[in-house]
């Protein structure tokens, strides 16, 4: 299972949804939830599962509670909170972790679950019919036309409009678009002007999408942003191959965006992963397949160590 920090957004298996991760992590917390209502609740979203797998996943279990045997690892659960109108992305093995006392759900998440509309609810099965891409998985026609808008001005208006849209209404700067954040909206269609104005000038959070916008300024290859993203800590995942970006810089051959991510962060990133696709896979592996001399020189700086190429 791939790992996600709880109140950062789902961006697993599409881009991007207005849906908030919880329980994306094996951290042990040792207390074992009581809460029966929120337990009978959860449980019966299990009935009702999103993205459901065909082949195996890395880690399967069977739980038995309220009578019934459940198979959990192949799918993911939706919760909407009738009160706040907040959406929570989950796995189903959330249930098997929370039972176990591995996993202590955060207060918001349980009190969210206790307020969620019933899965055979008009709105539950109404927000399952809209779950597609076409209509943002689940938004209404007025989120659909907002993220039209705010899109449209990114990326045809000015810098000076953009932040006159932002100054009248400051909400915007947590709206998730189909593209991601703003931030990584402006990014996405070259809009660096927008883009280092949020970095320096407003209060948009950096981290929501668990560190998106430093792989696109990547992919993009705008060193200003990177180097701007970098200063402010934004978040770098070490968890998984595809979401490590000095792995992305050196993959697709960003020999000064490689230079900088070392720069800043070391050996920190120098993890082994493997997986069905590939075996022992590690940086120097990857930059040999690449065979981008100017990377593996870097990378040998680092590491110091000979490295045959």
């Known amino acids: 299972m791939n790992h996600y920090k709880d109140f950062t957004y789902y961006s697993h ?25 929120f337990l009978e609740k959860l449980v019966k979203h299990l009935d009702y599962p999103f993205h459901k797998l065909r082949g195996a996943p890395f880690e399967t279990k069977k739980i038995f509670i309220f009578s019934r045997e459940y198979l959990l ?3 993911e659960l939706r919760i909407l909170d009738q009160t706040t109108k907040k959406k929570y992305a ?14 202590a759900p955060p207060i918001e998440f349980i009190e969210a679950v206790k307020n969620s509309f019933d ?29 039209k808008d705010i899109l449209d001005i990114i990326e045809n208006n000015s810098v000076i409009d953009f932040q006159k849209t932002i100054t009248n209404d400051e909400s915007l700067l947590s709206f998730v678009t189909e593209k991601g954040s703003l931030l990584n909206a402006a990014i996405h269609y070259q809009r660096t002007d927008i883009a280092k104005w949020l970095l320096s000038e407003s209060d948009i959070d950096i981290n929501i999408f668990n560190g998106i916008e430093l792989l696109t300024a990547i992919e ?15 978040m770098m995942r070490d968890d998984e191959l595809l979401g490590n970006p000095l792995f992305i810089a050196v993959s697709e051959e960003k020999e000064l965006a490689t230079k900088v991510i070392l720069d800043y962060t070391g050996k920190d990133l120098m993890q082994t992963y493997n997986s069905p696709y590939y075996k022992d896979m590690d940086i120097f592996k990857l930059a040999e397949i690449r065979g981008n001399k100017k990377i593996i020189d870097a990378l040998k700086i680092i590491n110091r160590e000979s490295f045959e190429y």
Request: proline fraction near 2%.
């Open 13 to 37: 298996e599409h881009f991007f949804e207005n849906s908030i991760n919880i329980g994306w992590t094996n951290n042990t917390k040792g207390n074992v939830c009581t809460d029966e209502l």
């Open 119 to 147: 899965p055979e609810s008009i709105e539950y099965q109404s927000y399952i019919s809209r779950f597609n891409s076409e209509n943002l998985w689940g938004e209404s026609e007025k989120y659909i036309k907002k993220n």
């Open 220 to 234: 993009k290859e705008y060193m200003d942003i990177i180097i701007m993203l970098l200063d402010r800590k934004i």
């Open 73 to 75: 690892g192949y799918s």
């Open 90 to 103: 989950v796995p189903d093995m959330i249930v098997y972790r929370i039972i176990e006392g591995q996993y």
